[in-house]
């Protein structure tokens, strides 16, 4: 039987082929896309938040 140099590789190797394949559905991506989008607003708005806190504070201490 005829073993390819491919097989020899990775037989005789510490690394080894991905053996994991993972199905999810269609609305996983776009439900991920929509948490990231929500987080970013949240930092946004806190940093909006914070840069108004210090505009005041500047603008008391004048």
Known sequence: MHTS???????????????KIYVIADSQPKEFKRKQRLEELDNLE???KKLEKTYDTYQNHR
């Not at 140099?5 to 053996?19: E, G, Q, R, V």
């Open 46 to 48: 806190n940093a909006r």
């Open 5 to 19: 140099l491919f097989d020899t590789y990775f037989a005789n190797s510490l690394f080894s082929p991905i053996d």
